[in-house]
């Protein structure tokens, strides 16, 4: 949800999808058309849930899905070339351990995002 790779297969119901990239949310966006699920899933720019709080239409989810910066900053530079020099480190850095994006994740959940 957050950051990652959106790929909706045409089965697919419908759902909305965020992303915090501005590039990625045009590719989303060019994939939604690509696979004829206009209508049925919708691409907002921002940070985590922030996007979805001013949708007209917000409601509750059954399912989010997401695809977070998990790598410990340390180790960003020891990954493959093919990741490191493809990704950009925003989408790789999970801070210190890791784990900076569930704690935070997790804090806004509970406080009502």
Not at 58 to 84: G, M, W
Not at 95 to 110: N, T, Y
Request: hydrophobic share 40%; net charge negative; charged share 25%.
């Amino acid at each position: 949800m957050h950051r990652g790779s959106h790929c909706v297969p045409p089965e697919v119901g419908g759902g909305d999808a965020t992303e915090i990239s501005p590039a990625a949310v045009a590719i989303a966006r060019k994939n939604v058309e690509r696979l004829g699920v206009n209508g049925r899933v919708l691409v907002e720019e921002g940070d985590l849930f922030e996007p979805i709080s001013r949708m007209v239409d917000a409601r509750p989810f059954n399912l989010i899905v997401s695809n977070p910066p998990y790598i410990p900053s340390a180790q960003i530079e020891t990954l493959d070339r093919s990741v490191r020099e493809y990704e950009p480190v925003k989408a790789l850095d999970g801070g210190a351990d890791g784990w900076i994006f569930i704690g935070e994740s997790w804090r806004r959940l509970l406080s009502g995002c």
